[in-house]
């Protein structure tokens, strides 16, 4: 159920990203952009005033460890077949993991994980299942307890795009909890206000 039916060249192409990132960076008339036309907070404040929910993208390591980072970047692609991406950084603890694994988990976030979404948005942190309730599932990725819903994901094309890179995944298996959803807006969590479901 977790094989592998993306792109042939899909994995081979993600030995080549640190290069590829590198020469971008060392040779910055590549780019797509003759100059720049706003600048990075000027971008990210106006992408703040999009709200959004927030996950936890999780996987397991080449050790078998566990590891994850908060992402708000995440959307679904696809009915049939049921795919969903999600744009990860460069710089992110877990992004070594994401990029050699074949697997990924996708957990989204009640209300009252906002501790939980900290927790795996820092990067102060080495071990950030420290304390942190989590079940492997049959396929072997951490899903975290209590989250909103929970998408397990085989990884069928990967793409890099600036100093992040876009996972593709194919849901394999999807689990449903019970609350409200944690939401992120202008920098700062909330809740959905009035009467849900």
Not at 136 to 165: F, I, K, M, R, Y
Request: charged fraction near 20%; charge should be neutral.
């Amino acid at each position: 159920m977790g094989d592998y039916t993306g792109a042939r060249d899909a994995f081979n192409g993600l030995a080549r990203i640190p290069a590829i990132y590198a020469r971008n960076l060392a040779f910055s008339p590549l780019t797509c952009y003759k100059k720049r036309v706003i600048s990075p907070d000027e971008f990210r404040q106006t992408l703040g005033h999009f709200a959004s929910g927030v996950t936890v993208i999780t996987v397991c390591d080449g050790d078998g460890r566990p590891t994850g980072l908060t992402a708000s970047a995440f959307t679904s692609v696809s009915l049939e077949p049921p795919l969903i991406l999600v744009c990860v950084d460069h710089k992110a603890q877990s992004y070594p993991a994401l990029a050699a694994g074949k697997m990924f988990a996708v957990n989204i976030l009640c209300h009252d994980q906002e501790a939980v979404s900290r927790r795996f948005a820092t990067t102060k942190i080495e071990n950030k299942f420290d304390g942190v309730p989590f079940t492997l599932s049959p396929l072997g990725l951490p899903l975290l307890h209590n989250a909103l819903a929970q998408l397990e994901c085989a990884t069928v094309n990967v793409h890099l795009e600036g100093d992040h890179t876009i996972f593709v995944g194919r849901v394999e298996r999807a689990q449903l909890g019970a609350g409200v959803p944690l939401v992120y807006f202008r920098g700062r969590y909330d809740r959905l206000s009035g009467e849900t479901p």
